[in-house]
Nanobody
């Protein structure tokens, strides 16, 4: 069993910044990928960014150059630094984990609301 605890969501103005955090606890030895997904009202959940324990990263085209994902292996925590936020970034952001084998250690956080508005 793995628990993912998220923090850092909130309301910001366009052009502002937020940093999301997600800490994994429990049976975490098999986690090799962590990342962030988001879901806006009426839309499907989409990949934002992922990272491995070896620091290989993958970003959605819509956030490249603005968002940075990083991981602190000692703390079992993944971060998403979001800069130059746009209204279209508004969504519920979900933390996700996965194992080296597809479908293993697949867990989700509860989601945290990010709202970008004037």
């Amino acid at each position: 069993q793995v628990q993912l605890v998220e923090s850092g969501g909130g309301l910001v103005q366009p052009g502002g910044s937020l940093r999301l955090s997600c800490t994994a606890s429990g049976n975490i030895f098999g986690i090799y990928h962590m990342g962030w997904y988001r879901q806006a009202p009426g839309k499907q959940r989409e990949l934002v960014a992922t990272i491995t324990r070896g620091d290989s990263t993958n970003y959605a085209d819509s956030v490249k150059g603005r968002f940075t994902i990083s991981i602190d292996n000692a703390k079992n925590t993944v971060y998403l630094q979001m800069n130059s936020l746009k209204p279209e970034d508004t969504a519920v952001y979900y933390c996700n984990s996965g194992g080296v084998i597809s479908g293993t250690f697949n867990y989700w956080g509860q989601g945290t609301q990010v709202t970008v508005s004037s």
